[in-house]
């Protein structure tokens, strides 16, 4: 950018302010100054990053509770998966121990121990 001054066409010289910091194009030979704004000096932008918000996941009581339970490796009758959730029910009246029940962790299907 070649800019001359107005004043005598002297090439005017791009310089900064001493006492304010300015930019100025400045004729060397009259003294004519004009303030430029300039690109290269002006604080550059810097773009704020964005976090993408926490990923909420909603889990319901029922479920929370299922999470709590222990996980065993028995085979699902209905869908052949591997792992399921245990946990033992006394049944009533019943001097035998309590009957281990297993529920799918995969298709959630519930059964009980084989005996
Ligand atoms: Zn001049
Ligand atoms: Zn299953």
């Not at 930019?23 to 004519?32: A, E, F, N, R």
């Not at 909603?58 to 399921?84: D, H, S």
Request: a positive charge; one cysteine or more.
């Amino acid at each position: 950018m070649i800019e001359f001054c107005p004043n005598c066409g002297t090439r005017l010289l791009m310089k900064r302010k001493k006492d304010t910091k300015e930019i100025v194009l400045s004729c060397p030979k009259c003294g004519y100054e004009r303030q430029v704004e300039s690109p290269i000096l002006s604080p550059s932008r810097r773009v704020t990053e964005i976090k993408p918000e926490d990923h909420i996941v909603i889990i319901g009581e029922k479920e929370q509770k299922l999470k709590t339970l222990p996980v065993v490796t028995v085979e699902c009758p209905k869908c052949g998966n591997n792992l399921a959730y245990v946990w033992q029910v006394q049944t009533r009246g019943a001097d035998e121990s309590s009957t281990q029940f297993f529920r799918c962790t995969k298709c959630g299907y519930t059964f009980r121990e084989y005996s």
